[in-house]
């Protein structure tokens, strides 16, 4: 006896997998890139906004899949994130006080690595199951 539909279901098959490997992830990784940057733009140490406002994120076909990266352009981003954040809330110049303080009370040092690992892990896993849902 033969099996019946049998092409039909391949041809489902790919489409769905192509689907999933394709819009669905890209779909998900930018709202996923976005609560990130959420999450991170409120542990971000502010003073003047440079660089809060030199954010960015990008979503790039490699191979099979993508690569996501949320990142800074300012030059200086890397170091700020690898700070202790000993100066957290302490003014720069405690006889200017219009000269702000070193970092934000809110701001946290590695601002960025909390952002997705800590903060916004909850949503992150909810957005994933909800765009990968069949």
Known sequence: MPVRG??????????LTDRISGSMTEKALT?????????????T????GNLLQSMYREIK???????????FTANYAAA???MPGKLKGQP????DPSRGDFWDPDAE???????FERDG???????FKRYMKL
Do not use: C, W
């Open 6 to 15: 049998l092409e039909q279901t391949r041809r489902n098959l790919k489409r």
């Open 31 to 43: 709202e996923v890139l976005i609560i990130g940057e959420g999450y991170a733009a409120s542990l």
């Open 45 to 48: 140490p502010m003073d003047t």
């Open 61 to 71: 076909p490699v191979g099979k899949g993508f690569r996501a990266r949320l990142g």
């Open 80 to 82: 700020v994130h690898a």
């Open 92 to 95: 720069r110049d405690p006889n």
């Open 109 to 115: 040092p590695e601002f960025l690595t909390k952002a």
């Open 121 to 127: 892990r909850a949503d992150i896993d909810a957005t």
